[in-house]
């Protein structure tokens, strides 16, 4: 079976770096929950969150209803790596949500993991497809979601 996934140390260290910062920043989160008192903030990052968690539901939904290698539908034609999207923006939602500087600590970096990981992975695209990811590549953006529904519907 063909490698879906960067194997690269850059990609190797994410997760584990993902799992561990996984491991303390979800139970941060839940301790903090309502420590946070700006109101308007904790109600972003709740929409925040549950907008994560959609767009993580959509990029499985795509990759089961989908058998090719490279999925360019759904939501991924509108932008290239949703998963690491959603994670960042779940990593934004705890920090609004809780508000507290342990898991402001903790968030930083796991969004600037999921970033990295969507860098390293389409330098391992680029390498597996080719041409066809790098045309992909000037088609849908990397992360910015909003680009890529201008992009899409709005020519």
């Not at 079976?1 to 989160?29: R, S, W, Y």
Request: aromatic share 14%.
């Amino acid at each position: 079976m063909e490698n879906k996934c960067p194997d690269t140390v850059i990609h190797q260290v994410f997760h584990v770096l993902l799992l561990v910062l996984g491991i303390v920043l979800i139970p941060a989160f839940i301790v903090f929950f309502n420590h946070g008192e700006n109101i308007v903030l904790k109600t972003l990052g709740i929409i925040l969150l549950i907008f994560a968690c959609f767009l993580m539901w959509l990029q499985i939904y795509a990759f089961k209803k989908q058998r090719e290698d490279l999925i360019t539908t759904g939501i991924y034609s509108l932008v290239r790596h949703p998963q690491y999207l959603a994670g960042m923006l779940l990593g934004l939602s705890f920090i609004m949500i809780t508000q507290h500087w342990l898991v402001l600590t903790l968030g930083i970096p796991f969004m600037a993991i999921f970033y990295i990981a969507g860098w390293d992975e389409d330098k391992f695209c680029v390498k597996k497809f080719g041409k066809e990811y790098e045309d992909y590549i000037k088609k849908v953006p990397r992360f910015n979601l909003i680009l890529g529904i201008v992009k899409k519907y709005i020519k």
